[in-house]
């Protein structure tokens, strides 16, 4: 790649332009960003769907847009040494890295295992690409949506890291329509204000307790989610396109390895099936009901989901997980497991699973249209891997474990385990005293209130699986472009917000 010239006064940003609604969120970004200042922009695009579109639209004049497939399509060699030499270089863990991709691990599986080799030469042409940008291009930021959504955004956020590169993303925060934009996956940027404040905090007298967060907890968040449409409003758009997907080959990135048309029609029809399965057993096996008894909770996380998988990526198996906490409880206590709302959206978990849970004899598996704010209230405490309902319960003024790093964990209420073996005794501990400070948790909210912007973040995602989805079906850029200009329009108080959020930043 030959060296890239700019001006002296204009920084590069370069632009990660990801999969359906990222890439037309972060175009919105920066079409509010440009409006800022002068900047010179780089794209990454990692699908050809997209491309047309960033080629032909005229509102940001890209320096240089860049396919990151063509750098493992049809490689297939690699060379362990220098896989070694980059763990070192940039004090990386890359198994933990990889096992963080769905394709290549555990969830995405169902059309093609890829071998140990292949996922290694994937990696290291992987590597190659991001580092030969970054040292050409040299930009003064990275725009991306949070990492750990595939490998690639993952590895090219690390890097940038270690390369002392700017990376910032819009952080959803566990309160409705709250993010923070941040350079960091666990937000500590509200941790770190939290222990700035509380040396000398002086206003307590605000109450945080339940009737604020039943009003502003992520149930609605939850909703959006849940509606997500993934394709067109029509269903005749959806039907051509899917009569022309199964007709042609798919573009040949790693994701759509053995998608043959046989193996997707035969995956639809079983799926339906398995599905409708899942969510008969679940219904059948699981309480609607809150007994009067002592209970702990545990919310199960969706899977996959890039916050487990990065943050905590030695608690991804939530079912050990749960058997582990099983045998650390109280004797006079149950543990209750709660399935995740969001996990229809993604095809709820196996049978399995649910009768792994089921099978534990001091764990009861919980509906998961069972209020969670009812849960929470009436639990003795929540057990979590991390994530929004630790973040409810203080408002309850009940006692929190975690097992990774979280933006709240600075309080006197929250514990963070380690090990297992620590397990028993540190619940022994934490839910013998259950008082929550008020101080503590008016300084949190300061904190998160100092950092935090207010905009409709899953709606504008919602929208832009639409407009996605009209590019994708469509592929008529001049259509995409004319529905972009309305999402752009609808959006832009908040695309305004988020950019000078970021711009406050570069």
């Not at 204009?10 to 990222?22: G, H, M, P, Q, R």
């Not at 010179?40 to 699908?47: A, E, L, P, S, Y």
């Not at 790093?405 to 005293?433: P, Q, R, W």
């Not at 207010?454 to 407009?467: A, E, K, N, T």
Request: with cysteine; glycine share 2%; hydrophobic share 35%.
């Amino acid at each position: 790649m030959e060296k890239l010239k700019t001006k002296n006064e204009e920084k590069n940003i370069l632009v990660w332009l990801d999969f359906d609604a990222y890439s037309y969120l972060n175009f919105g970004i920066i079409n509010a960003l440009s409006k800022l200042n002068n900047f010179n922009f780089f794209g990454i695009v990692t699908t050809k769907q997209d491309i047309s579109f960033f080629e032909k639209q005229q509102l940001i004049p890209f320096k240089k847009i860049m396919y990151y497939p063509d750098c493992y399509i049809n490689k297939s060699s690699f060379n362990i040494d220098k896989l070694k030499e980059f763990e070192k270089k940039y004090q990386l863990n890359i198994w933990s890295d990889i096992f963080t991709e769905r394709s290549f691990y555990k969830y995405w599986t169902d059309f093609y295992k890829f071998s140990r080799e292949e996922i290694l030469s994937i990696t290291q042409n992987s590597f190659l690409f991001f580092i030969e940008i970054l040292e050409k291009i040299k930009p003064s930021l990275i725009l991306m949506q949070h990492p750990g959504e595939n490998i690639s955004n993952l590895l090219l956020y690390k890097l940038a890291k270690k390369m002392g590169i700017k990376v910032l993303f819009p952080n959803p925060l566990y309160i409705h329509n709250k993010i923070l934009i941040s350079d960091n996956i666990e937000s500590n940027e509200i941790l770190d204000e939290y222990y700035k404040l509380i040396k000398n905090f002086k206003n307590d007298d605000q109450i945080f307790d339940e009737n604020y967060i039943k009003k502003n907890n992520l149930r609605e968040t939850v909703n959006i989610q849940s509606s997500y449409n993934y394709g067109t409003r029509s269903f005749s758009q959806k039907f051509h396109y899917y009569i022309k997907r199964i007709s042609q080959n798919s573009e040949s990135i790693y994701k759509n390895m053995g998608k043959t048309k046989y193996n997707m029609l035969k995956y639809k029809i079983q799926t339906y099936f398995k599905v409708k399965n899942r969510a008969k057993f679940l219904n059948e096996n699981s309480i609607k009901k809150i007994n009067d008894e002592k209970f702990f909770y545990f919310p199960l996380q969706s899977e996959p989901e890039s916050k487990i998988l990065t943050s905590s990526p030695f608690y991804t198996n939530q079912i050990a997980l749960i058997e582990n906490i099983a045998k650390s409880i109280p004797i006079n206590y149950v543990l209750y497991v709660k399935e995740h709302p969001i996990q229809k959206v993604k095809l709820w978990r196996s049978v399995e699973d649910y009768k792994k849970i089921i099978s534990i004899p001091n764990v009861k598996l919980v509906d998961p249209n069972v209020d969670a704010q009812k849960l929470i209230s009436k639990s003795s405490g929540i057990i979590s891997i991390s994530g929004a309902t630790g973040f409810e319960a203080l408002f309850y003024g009940k006692p929190v474990i975690i097992f990774a790093d979280e933006y709240y964990e600075g309080l006197s209420s929250v514990t963070k385990v380690k090990t297992f073996s620590e397990l028993h005794d540190k619940i022994k501990k934490t839910f013998s005293n259950s008082e929550i400070n008020n101080r503590e948790l008016n300084v949190l909210m300061k904190s998160l209130e100092i950092h935090s912007i207010s905009i409709p973040y899953f709606s504008i995602i919602d929208d832009g699986i639409i407009l996605s989805s009209i590019q994708r079906y469509g592929e008529n850029p001049i259509l995409t472009i004319m529905n972009f200009k309305k999402f752009y329009e609808f959006h832009k108080k908040s695309f305004k917000s988020i950019a000078e959020a970021i711009y406050s930043k570069i």
